[in-house]
């Protein structure tokens, strides 16, 4: 185990990290308190005496005189739990300068073993120990001062120390270091960094880095987008032990991302994921449940899988729970819980939940009839631009009661969602363009937009569409 004295570490970064413009006052008085520092003093107290006087003895023994022994005696003394024993001897080399001691002190005030927890001790000790070159002081000192604790917040001094970890070959500062540069939430964004950073990460194994590149080849952000390059990150991640690489590995095999589509590995590795309790697991084995893809279709087994990740507020599983209840798939048909999950997806953004909810509110009769909360729901998801929010909005101008029937907003609704590409709307648009209503009468707008709805399968604009063909044919206009 490497031991060194106290050592101010002066090398320059490979890594670049900022200039400050002047030292940290935190590191400036843990430097002055130890200058400060006797070492004597500490042992001239009566009550550390009386408590170290057995330590004294077994330093006596002729084994334990050198300070490595006694190093790796107070090691032997923390692992078997005589932590308070093991604390007055890391304490004592502590204070004669040696780094990993000077780690071990530091933990113990963080985690509050032994000794009250003490963030502003900790913080002392991780410093002499960090500048003493400890990388694994360095990277816990990263973490005190990014999340502020026993010390103000200082972003700058938190990356200097991910820096000086990450330059001293620590695969988690480097991930650190490389996730704060590709986020750029507390620094400018820097791509570059980032993927180096991961890529130094990965090469130890490091399955957050490593799933990290992952996402960067899949995205192209950073990197020349790489989906083979995705996949063998995903399934290296993967392989790791990395609960959302496995969940990704799924995807990729059953969308033929990277590798080609097979179901069946698509379930294995979301079967992997969900025992490790990755929600997205939970709903894509829904998904395949639901559709019958890579495993035999079962409704209820799918509602089962929705149901754990809706619990965990997924809203896509919030919605599909809702959908379910309502429709009676692998349970029976109850609009009351339908209601309640729908009503839970909205709170998290469900624009499909708002769309079915208003339908249920505009459609049922009884205690959910509310057709002033559906035109709501509906507004309120087709200004988000969801396409059957858009399309109901416009049914419900064209058919709707006196003083909400309008046909001019009944097209401007259509006319959104078809230009989303939604074909039954394209032929709602077209027909409006026919006939003049809501809009002016325009044939070549109602052939354009016959044409569109024709191209995405509309079976009646395809009939119209021939008809109109057959008709040109035979000299009709």
Known sequence: MLLKPLTIILALLLLQNPVRAEENPVRMNAEKRYE??????????????AKLKPLFDIIEQEEL??????????????????????????????????????????????????????????????LLSSMNGEVDAQLNLAYLFYYGEGVQADYEEAIYWFSQAAFNGDPDAQFELGYIYDIGQVVEEDNFKAIELYKMAARADHMAATYYLGLSYRDGDGVEKNLQAA?????KAAELGHPTA?????????????????????????????????????????LMYS?????????????????????????????????????GMGTSRNIRKAVYWYERAINHNSFAAMNNLATIHYNFNGRWKNKKKAQELWLQAAEQGYVLAQF???????????????????????????????GESQYKVAQMFFEGVGTERNTEQYRYWLQQAADNNYQKAIDDLQALNQKASLGGK
């Open 36 to 49: 400060e520092f006797e070492v004597n003093d500490w042992f001239e107290d009566e009550g550390v005496k």
């Open 392 to 422: 109901n909005l416009g049914a419900l101008y064209e058919t709707g009661e006196p003083g909400v029937k309008n046909e001019q907003k009944a097209f401007e609704w259509y006319l959104k969602a078809a230009q989303q590409n939604d």
């Open 246 to 286: 496995m969940n990704e590995v799924g995807y990729c095999y059953l969308n033929g991302i990277g590798v080609n589509k097979n179901p069946h590995k698509a379930f294995e590795w979301f079967v992997k994921a969900k025992e490790q309790d990755e929600i997205n697991a939970y709903f894509n084995l829904g």
């Open 65 to 126: 005189l050198d300070d490595n022994s006694q190093f790796y005696y107070a090691v032997d003394l923390y692992d078997a739990g005589e932590k308070e024993n093991a604390f007055y001897f890391m304490y004592r080399l502590a204070q004669l300068g040696y780094s990993v001691p000077q780690f071990y002190i530091a933990y113990m005030y963080s985690a509050g073993e032994v000794v009250e927890q003490d963030y502003e001790e900790a913080v002392f000790w991780y």
């Open 231 to 235: 996949y063998d990150h995903f399934k």
């Open 291 to 327: 559709k019958g893809i890579g495993v035999e279709k079962d409704y209820k087994k799918a509602l089962e899988h929705y149901m754990v990740a809706a619990k965990a507020n997924d809203s896509e599983s919030l919605f599909y729970v809702g959908y379910y209840y309502e429709k």
